[in-house]
C-alpha cells in the first residue's frame, strides 16, 4: 500500500492542525501509526490505532492533544492535533503495519508515507 501525508503548515503555538495520510488501497486490516522526527533526532512515535478503529496509543507527550482516527470508507488514517506546542515541530510520518505487536517501533511497520512538515513557532 502508498501512503501520502498532507496538511502540515506553520502554526503558532497553541493552535491546532488536521493531518491526513491516504492509502493507495484498503487500510482495514492495518494497524495505522503516525510518526514524527524532529531535526537531529530520532524517528519517534506519536498514536497508532488498530484497524478495528480502537484501540489507539499515544505518546505520553501527546495524551490529551492528538487524537489518531480512521475513515476506512476514504482508506485515510487522520491526526487531528490541538494545543500544538513548539516541541511538536517535526516532519509527520504515517506508516502501516500487517501486525499490531510492534505499534510503538519504527521496525513494526511495512510501509511508510513521504512525511509532512509541521512547524509550531510564535
Known amino acids: 500500500v502508498q501512503l501520502q501525508a498532507s496538511g502540515g503548515g506553520l502554526v503558532q503555538p497553541g493552535s491546532s492542525l488536521r493531518l491526513s495520510c491516504a492509502a493507495s488501497g484498503s487500510i482495514s486490516s492495518y494497524t495505522m501509526g503516525w510518526f514524527r522526527q524532529a531535526p537531529g533526532q530520532d524517528r519517534e512515535f506519536v498514536a497508532a490505532?488498530?484497524?478495528?478503529?480502537?484501540?489507539?496509543y499515544y505518546a505520553d507527550s501527546v495524551k490529551g492533544r492528538l487524537s489518531i482516527s480512521l475513515d476506512t470508507a476514504r482508506n485515510t488514517v487522520n491526526l487531528q492535533m490541538n494545543s500544538l506546542r513548539p516541541e511538536d515541530t517535526a516532519i509527520y510520518y504515517c506508516?502501516?503495519?500487517?501486525?499490531?505487536?510492534?505499534?510503538?517501533?519504527?521496525?513494526?511497520?511495512?510501509?511508510w508515507g513521504q512525511g509532512t512538515l509541521v512547524t509550531v513557532s510564535s
Open positions: 490505532i488498530f484497524w478495528m478503529g480502537r484501540p489507539t
Open positions: 506508516a502501516a503495519a500487517l501486525n499490531s505487536g510492534g505499534y510503538y517501533r519504527t521496525g513494526g511497520y511495512d510501509y
